[in-house]
């Protein structure tokens, strides 16, 4: 057996997997997003469907396609909403428009399925300068991908005494209820007619639940799976005015067994846009003292075109990929950050 592809459900039910099969009660959300690194860096994706308890029967879609030459594929759509309902009889299924998830084995396999669809071809540059060309050009895009999870997932709050009571007050609210967990993928990505093969890794989020965004200061999420099958994560919070603790949690992975807790104690936070070659290092510390020092290089920042739906008191967000290095092992992965903008050097 390939080390760490034992059960990594983490104890979690598989009930967890499934998505809601009717419409739930108010400001209630499925949701299901991934990060996407080709394994060379080719290129990375990050897709995403926002299912909203009052609008379900049209769920937002979220597309962007980055490569490191700064060109950027992005769509940001609402569609008519799929059946949840899969070949199995069971809520395994989250749709809108042209792009579908499905649970094929909960824990086990998932599948992402995007139909040949007009998507607009832009800049990293101009989604951080936030200008357009009009009419914006499209290309028509098509992928499908399976998704193999290697690493125990992460709920979000439960790892350290410290995590779970900041998990407890407003904080908590900002996360809402969610598992991360670390892949394998492979598929292919069709741009206008022409079609690649590839491998990588994947971030996937999955949460269900009610979100909260007023409040919200900023944070620093940033994950990677390595060849060897190591991996990390951690999402922390920046230092608070009134001096109280900041969410701060993550975990280092050797390949095997559990995730060991960590905690943040040098991040990158945010201060400029980029568009790609920016240093990101940080530094984790597990419980028992241990420190691991990990470099980072964005070969892609991309803008998120959210701050177009989302209130504007809400900080300023950049999505992007990096090569990451630790000990000596190198790996794609992604990192996403926000801060308000008086903070930033714009």
């Known amino acids: 057996m390939t080390k760490g592809t034992g059960d990594i459900s983490g104890g979690l039910p598989v009930e967890r997997e499934y998505f809601h099969a009717e419409q739930p009660g108010p400001e ?24 909203v308890a009052e609008e379900w029967d049209n769920h937002e879609l979220w597309l962007d396609i980055a490569y490191p030459d700064g060109r950027v594929l992005s769509s940001r759509d609402r569609c008519k909403s799929h059946s949840p309902i899969g070949p199995e009889g069971k809520p395994t299924i989250l749709g809108t428009g042209p792009l579908e998830y499905r ?3 909960p824990f086990k396999l998932w599948t992402i399925k995007f139909q040949d669809y007009p998507v607009s071809d832009i800049t990293a540059q ?21 998704m193999r999870p290697v690493v125990p997932p992460l709920v979000s709050g439960t790892l350290t005494e410290a995590s779970r009571e900041a998990a407890k007050g407003e904080q908590g609210t900002f996360l809402s209820p969610r598992f991360e967990q670390l892949c394998r993928a492979t598929g292919w990505l069709q741009v206008d007619g022409k079609r690649r093969e590839f491998k990588g890794q994947i971030l996937r989020i999955k949460r269900q639940g009610v ?18 099958g190591k991996a990390f994560g951690v999402n922390t919070f920046p230092p608070r005015d009134d001096g109280q603790p900041s969410f ?17 104690v040098e991040s990158p936070w945010m201060r400029k846009f980029y568009t790609s070659g920016e240093d990101v290092p940080l530094v984790l510390e597990t419980e028992d003292g241990r420190r691991v020092s990990i470099s980072g290089k964005t070969f892609i920042n991309t803008r998120s075109q959210g701050h177009k739906v989302l209130p504007p008191i809400y900080p300023l967000v950049q999505q992007a990929h990096a090569h990451y290095s630790w000990d000596g092992e190198e790996a794609t992965g992604m990192i996403e950050r926000s801060t308000f903008r008086d903070k930033m050097d714009i």
């Open 28 to 51: 209630v959300r499925d949701a299901a997003n991934v990060w996407l690194e080709e394994e060379n860096g080719d290129f990375a994706m990050r897709i995403g469907i926002e299912a």
């Open 103 to 105: 649970c094929v084995e």
């Open 126 to 146: 101009q989604l951080i300068e936030d200008v357009y060309p009009e009419p914006t050009p499209k290309c028509q895009v098509s992928f499908e991908i399976e």
């Open 211 to 228: 979100r909260k965004f007023e409040g919200f200061w900023g944070h620093c999420w940033q994950s990677a799976l390595f060849p060897s």
């Open 248 to 264: 701060n949690e993550g975990f280092i992975y050797e390949g095997h067994g559990p995730l060991i807790p960590a905690r943040a």
